[in-house]
């Protein structure tokens, strides 16, 4: 291995990439660079920071600040990692200097000191990815338990990237994954994400801003006095002196201000109290250790004028590789050639060390601290003592037009600081946004969104850019443009008297918040758009009609996309009658046309109107195939508008047209192959698989059995990757199964409909309302192949059972639930048969077949100790994977729950957490409130620490409110776990019985008073 590449990094390639796995769970690129780059955190303190470099002392990595603080917030993040859910995303978002990274990097830190893999995921253009040749160690992630990966600057991330992050397989080979992004705004870029992963995944993503630390003015001097303490620590100052009268901001302004009160005491100055001023005096202070580098010896050739533009082309590029590095100095003027660029570079890795040795140009940390010295730089600040530098007045053009990997990470940066200083937003933004709109496109969602939400931001500045944005966007940018539209729509309103151009604003919005995953606020807004092109109608029928249909045409795709089938049939059918109205005829153009007749025909298929659904695609084939003929762009549309034919014709015994279609499809994908960037491998092989379902209802099983192991193997290849690819493979399996089923070949289906159900287990695991109904299907088709070839009875009668405890809890079509469990039983009688236990085969066939739902929640009575059957469902559950436990508590009553739940012994900690965790919020306090109200000497001590863990995440009026009815045994056997020691005595002070309780701890709750302030008692 590459001795500059470190151990345990990984990283991923995109689609028609070629990926090689390696030991140590190191993956590396050999055809083109990846989306993201992970590796594992390091909790090592660095070499101790001596000097007066500001960069160094205010960089969170260095560590030369201890954490102090955020007790609630590490403690409400270590609630949601240790939850039941597989997989779980939050965004913890915040202003600039909130301290995001310095939380995030604490709780990592905790997490690893929990047993937890803590990675760092980096977008790969901030690193440098070579392809190098490895072992192969495939899947090395996957032994790992838990998993926890951290991701900064998340909203600087092309969407599709960081989607492709949270589906990346490697990240999901163990029981439990956590993703922690972190970032400065919340906006359409966090909704186009979590939009896209809960198709993905069924995962649902959620959020925490993060709070100012000095929310108080105490707060603040506490926070002062930590920083400033630290730092004398560092530069050797005895007396760092007292914080100043008024202390506030985020709290690295706070940071910063201790850092300047240390500084001038050692140099018996008076610090600035204004954040510009405070900048600029420890600005100062860079540029003096640039100096000192300058003079002492010649360590550095480069003059601190070069240094600090170097400085100023750091910031605003982050890291570059080498290459890069020198064309950025070359584009903006601070070197001739590349020799000289190479001494620039140098110098600058003298002074701001890079983290990765293959990049040059390390930006200054934080990034606070960065983007101040942009500003500081570029003439027209009004701070005083701080000279700019008239290069700056051209260079930032200069760089966002030479390179867009330049553009992406400058610009948005330019944006967010002119928020802080003005001069920016009218000597740099404003003059090149005005003159080249199109290098915000090319910038990316990152930039636009930042622009969008930029106040001094012109509306003729955003309408250039409105104007600039391409016809047909890529899925990344769609986040932007949305953002730029919506911030039009609002600067528009109410400025416009013409309702045509108001009309058109709502679609044109709507349509656009759709694309950036805000679903129902699109349709809500189309809608509207709707509702005024009909005004417009009633005015001047011929006139507006067009604009009607494309408000009716638009809306009724947005219904599609929300599955909202009837609302579909019904806006479409009244768009399609316009272009027919004699009145009107407001036909669009051909391949408007054709999508929406695709677009009606699928919702007909939904709604159970089969002849009308391939009537209406017969006419949209049609119109494709016309339009194929001329411009083969529309091959894609033509391919999934044949694909779904197929599909619905199968479906009605009509096998040999289905085919037809098919082979058509086939022919369109290999006219389409010799593109490598076309991106239909998943099309290729769910028309193979489409195929195979055809074959087999005609019985030509081998050519049926080629066909569908075709599909799987693609379909492998993905999922090798990206996991959303995880339900296509399943799918494919489970066919292939069937094929060889069909032809008798039994433990090659057996095993291969085993491969579908272990998948739908992963999956369910991580969503079990979407995949209940699949796992479910596949346990019970599972046992009735195991039934048909007369092996594997007891492994097929252990599938029923799972199949039977899902049925039980899950919350599925009644129906549906039915059915399988109709089948459940017969096959499992079968089953039992099988093996000679007829009189259970008997019992088993004989018992009711109607399905009785989850018992609803009983008023409360009070708790009795546990009776046979609730010992006997306690060691059943002790013996279960944890969410089947919790799925058979789910349908219990609480008062029975709780019982259940006092018959535990020896369970595992973790285990029954998860349990707990699991349960919703309402009903695990009621059972919590249930369940210590029977005796301590009655339940297990496992389950008294898990009661008592959970009762942490209750404010103390809530915990004491449940501890109010139990004995003051109980509440001690509670309020001795280890955590309880700091908080107890917020709980004790609503409790009447605190006294007595207080006397059976095993340690005193009062007797440390500062502590207390660290828990809200309210």
């Known amino acids: 291995m590459n001795d500059d590449v470190r151990p345990g990094q990984l990283n991923l390639a995109r689609d028609n990439a070629t990926l090689v796995a390696v030991q140590h769970g190191d993956v590396y690129v050999h055809q083109r660079i990846g989306t993201h780059h992970i590796d594992e955190l390091s909790f090592d303190a660095g070499p101790p920071v001596t000097d007066e470099q500001p960069s160094r002392l205010l960089n969170a990595g260095n560590q030369v600040v201890r954490f102090t603080g955020r007790e609630r917030e590490i403690a409400d993040l270590a609630a949601w990692r240790d939850e039941a859910a597989a997989v779980a995303v939050r965004l913890v978002h915040g202003g600039a200097g ?103 995944l069924g995962v649902r993503a959620d959020t925490s801003e993060l709070t100012p630390l000095g929310a108080t003015h105490d707060d603040s001097r506490h926070v002062y006095r930590v920083a400033s303490s630290c730092f004398a620590e560092a530069l050797g100052v005895r007396d760092p002196g007292h914080p100043p009268a008024e202390v506030e901001g985020s709290v690295l302004t706070i940071h910063m201000a201790a850092l300047a009160g240390v500084l001038a005491t050692r140099q018996g100055d008076v610090p600035p109290t204004d954040p510009g001023a405070l900048s600029a005096y420890l600005l100062d202070r860079e540029r003096s250790h640039w100096q000192s580098m300058y003079d002492n010896d010649r360590r550095i050739q ?306 159970g109107h089969n002849a009308s659904s391939l009537k209406t695609r017969g006419r949209a084939i049609t119109q494709l195939r016309q339009l194929v003929a001329t411009a083969p762009r529309h091959r894609l549309a033509l391919i999934r508008a044949l694909i779904q034919q197929a599909d619905q014709l199968r479906q009605g015994d009509r096998g040999h047209d289905s085919l037809d279609a098919l082979d058509e499809a086939v022919t369109l994908l290999r006219a389409v192959a010799a593109d490598p960037d076309a991106g239909l491998e998943s099309d290729f092989a769910t028309t193979l698989l489409g195929r195979a379902k055809t074959l087999l209802s005609l ?87 195991c039934r048909d070839a007369g092996h594997r009875h007891e492994d097929a009668l252990t599938r029923l059972r799972e199949a039977m405890t899902i049925l039980k809890v899950g919350r599925l079509d009644p129906a549906v639930q039915q059915r399988l469990t109709d089948a459940a039983r017969w096959i499992g009688a079968d089953l039992l048969d099988a093996t000679g236990r007829h009189d259970e085969a008997d019992d088993l066939r004989r018992s009711p077949h109607h399905y009785s739902p989850p018992p609803q929640p009983s008023q409360r009575r009070p708790p009795r100790p546990p009776d046979t059957s609730q010992r006997d469902l306690a060691r059943s559950m002790a013996g279960s994977i944890h969410y089947l436990a919790r799925a058979e508590l789910e349908r219990l009553e609480p008062l029975d729950a709780a019982a259940v739940l006092a018959a535990l012994k020896e369970v595992r900690f973790w285990w029954l957490e998860a349990i707990l965790r699991g349960l919703h919020r309402d009903h695990e306090l009621e059972v919590l409130r249930l369940l210590v109200r029977h005796e301590a000497h009655d339940v297990d001590t496992v389950t008294w620490r898990v009661v008592a863990k959970r009762l942490l995440t209750l404010s103390a009026r809530e915990a004491a409110a449940i501890l109010s009815d139990t004995t003051p045994a109980t509440a001690a056997a509670i309020l001795n776990y280890d955590d309880w020691s700091w908080k107890a005595r917020a709980v004790l002070a609503h409790l009447d019985h605190a006294v007595e309780i207080t006397r059976r701890l095993g340690y005193d709750p009062y007797a440390d008073q500062a502590k207390k302030r660290l828990w809200d008692p309210g």
């Not at 070069?306 to 982050?318: K, S």
């Not at 200054?364 to 009004?382: K, S």
């Open 699 to 785: 019985g030509r099983l081998p050519e049926a059995e080629a066909a569908v192991a075709g599909a799987v193997k693609v379909f492998r290849r993905l999922a090798a990757v990206n996991i959303a690819y995880d339900g296509d493979l399943a799918r494919a399996l489970l066919v292939e199964a069937e094929v060889l089923g069909r032809l008798e070949r039994w433990p090659d289906a057996i095993d291969t409909q085993d491969q579908a159900a272990a998948i739908y287990r992963r999956l369910a695991r991580i969503s079990m309302p979407r995949h209940a109904v699949d796992l479910a299907r596949t346990l019970v088709t599972f046992a009735r192949l």
């Open 98 to 200: 909130q301290g995001k990274t310095r939380l995030a990097h604490r709780f990592a830190e905790m997490s690893h000191a929990a047993g937890w893999i803590t990675l760092r995921a980096r977008h790969s253009r901030d690193v440098a990815v070579r392809p190098i040749e490895v072992q192969h160690d495939e899947g090395a992630l996957a032994a790992y338990s838990r998993v926890l990966v951290l991701v900064d600057y998340a909203e600087r991330w092309p969407t599709s990237d960081l989607l492709a992050l949270l589906l990346d397989r490697r990240l999901h080979g163990g029981p439990t994954l956590r993703v922690l992004l972190l970032a400065r705004p919340i906006g359409n870029w966090w909704y186009a994400l979590t939009h896209r992963l809960s198709e993905a």
């Open 302 to 607: 480069s003059t601190p004028r070069v240094m600090g533009r170097a400085v100023y082309l750091a910031a605003l590029t982050r890291s570059l590789d080498y290459a890069a590095a020198v064309a950025a100095l070359k584009a903006t003027a601070v070197a001739d050639d590349a020799g000289a660029a190479g001494q620039v570079l140098d110098d600058h890795a003298m002074c701001y060390p890079p983290h990765d040795s293959t990049t040059a140009l390390e930006p200054l940390y934080p990034d606070r601290l960065a983007e101040d010295f942009v500003a500081l730089q570029t003439p027209g600040h009004a701070v005083d003592g701080f000279r700019a530098d008239p290069w700056a007045n051209d260079a930032f053009a200069a760089l966002v037009a030479a390179s867009t990997r330049s553009a992406v990470t400058a610009l948005p940066l330019l944006v967010e600081t002119a928020r802080r200083w003005p001069h920016l937003t009218e000597r740099q933004l404003l003059p090149l946004l005005r003159e080249r709109p199109d290098l915000a496109v090319h910038a990316g969602a990152p930039a636009l969104s930042a622009i969008a939400a930029a106040p001094a931001m012109p509306l003729d500045v955003l309408e250039a850019i409105e104007s600039a944005l391409p016809t047909e966007p890529s899925g990344d940018l769609y986040a932007g443009i949305a953002a730029i539209t919506e911030r039009l729509a609002t600067d528009l309103t109410g400025h416009t008297a013409d309702p045509l151009r108001a009309a058109r604003l709502s679609q044109k919005l709507g349509w656009r918040l759709l694309d950036a995953g805000q679903v129902p606020k699109g349709i809500a807004l189309l809608t509207l758009a709707v509702d005024a092109a009909r005004r417009l109608v009633a005015d001047d029928r011929a006139g507006h009609a067009a604009q009607l249909e494309l408000a009716l045409r638009s809306l009724g795709t947005a219904h599609i996309r929300a599955e909202e089938w009837a609302s579909a049939v019904t806006v479409l059918s009244e768009a399609i009658g316009l272009w027919t109205d004699p009145g009107v005829r407001a036909a669009p153009a051909t391949a408007a046309v054709a999508g929406c007749l695709a677009d009606l025909s699928l919702a007909l298929w939904h709604q």
